[in-house]
């Protein structure tokens, strides 16, 4: 044993103490309730996702004459391909209300102010993928929804002064859905967006590491001897392994009792009498209903900048009133109107 | 004994100086020209190569549409046009031959047979029998359905329309079963196999 570990010093020269100090980051004493540990849920379904995506890809064929019988297949016929999917799903379901609920955090503890502005932003660009992957996704199994979802993703690009129709082309393989475009969604949905979520978590885990986890006012040991960190490994570790159980469980239980279905066929005839995208889709859909086409993707841009640029906005507005608490009542309103056209979309056939 | 360092005048510092600038700037020039080109590269093999196909497709004899008349035309692709004649004429000016994609976001519009207008289900477009929206983002937005070229030779009614299908040939039977609107003779699927330039 004693050789073995002589062995591996002498091809990998790092000491245990060194490997001690650079992964035992000093965890504040909130994370020790789980629902400030928000962050890691996203990371680890993000990981159940890429595992449960490299198997669905063995079975999976990406073409308008075998998308739809691949995904049968698996649904149907392949061992357990019915609950790989399944958990596929619902961890995308998940890992989209996970980022949501951990950007909630974030804004709401004011976790993005000064100096950690850049990585609200790279926060953001991940929001962004996550739900573009959740889009790409359900594109791929050639139902329906995915092929009309598609279709307006690719037209609400092309109505982008300028460069629209450039975006719509290139999203689409052509001027309209084509046999080209379902390989392009399964490229960007299975190696573009998971590299570019590999590459920025990378960068938001090491500029968290860097700048270290915010502190929030801790009445009970500011005036006491009580440590205000404890340690990452094993404390925290140990938490977020059992957020990953509980996951688990959770995705098991959500895979076996609503396993996922499939909806009619592509049709590109025909666009059904009703019909709606993912659940976190559906306050961008009931946006494109009450205004008109250029305005309201103009206007759904803006608010995605306004989130971008948040931390500096913030900054601004706290200069000029410094004992404001906008940001909380501009936070409260816009969770509420996201929440309100949710169910709105929700609750109506149209 | 010490060694001293070496002497450097002021104009061998300056040629250092330059050298090192030029060194960085073939250096930036060489990894932009290949990088960049490798991306152009790369950007020209994700664009689409050109347009989708489009040619002269036969529609009818102009003499079997009465002035006044609808029918229904399915393209290639298995899409639907509706083509109404207004004019006694005899030349295309008197025909209009609606898409049945809604020009708001690309959906396929239905035709509501009670209620005298086409719907869009994704986001609530109404519009009139002659395409002019009423209601939803398409009247917001002041659009109406688009209209495909047509053209008359010889007392025969073209339409030039997309030739790409992507529908399945079941889906086009299916599609045809349901329908409520009104008949008429379709596509020749023999002479729309000729060169549009015989036309």
Known sequence: MASLSTWLRDRIPVSGDALRELTNEPVPNHLKRWWLCLGGTPAYLFVVQIITGILLAFYYEASPSTAYESVHYITNEAAYGWFLRSVHKWGAT?????????????YFTGAYRRPRELNWMIGMCLLVC????????????YEQLSFWGATVGANIADTVPGIGTFIKQMMLGG????????????????????????????????LIRLQGITEFPDADSANNSKPRYFNFFPDHMYTELIIGLVLMILLSALATILPATMGPRADPLTTPEVIKPEWFLYVTFRWL?????????LSMGFIVFVMFAW??????????????EASVWIGIFGVLTIIGLTVWEGLVAH | MTELPPQTSEADTDADGRRSVLSNLFMASGLIAGYGAFAAIAGRFLYPAGPSAQSWQYVARVDDVAPGAAMKYRMPSGARVNI?????????????????????????VHWEGHRNRFFCPCHNGVFEPDGTATEGPPAEAGQRLSSYPLRVRSGLLYIQVPTQALAAAHDID??????????GPGHDPCLSRRNPREL
């Open chain 1, 94 to 106: 998940l890992m989209v209300a996970a980022v949501i609920l951990h950007q909630m955090r974030v």
């Open chain 1, 130 to 141: 996550t739900l573009m992957m959740g889009f790409t996704g359900y594109s791929l199994v």
């Open chain 1, 175 to 206: 001027d309209a859905y084509n046999e080209r475009t379902l390989s392009r969604f399964y490229v960007i949905h299975a190696a573009v967006l998971p590299a570019a979520t590999v590459l920025l978590l990378f960068i938001h885990i090491t």
């Open chain 1, 289 to 297: 209903k009450l205004f008109a086409g250029t305005f309201a993707v």
């Open chain 1, 311 to 324: 931390p500096f906005i913030d900054g601004w507005i706290r200069r000029r009133w410094p004992a404001s």
């Open chain 2, 84 to 108: 109404a004649r207004r004019g006694s004429a005899g030349t295309a000016e008197d025909f209009v031959a609606l898409s049945s994609t809604c020009p708001h976001l690309g959906c396929q």
């Open chain 2, 174 to 183: 299916a599609a045809d079963l349901d329908d409520d609107a009104p008949q």
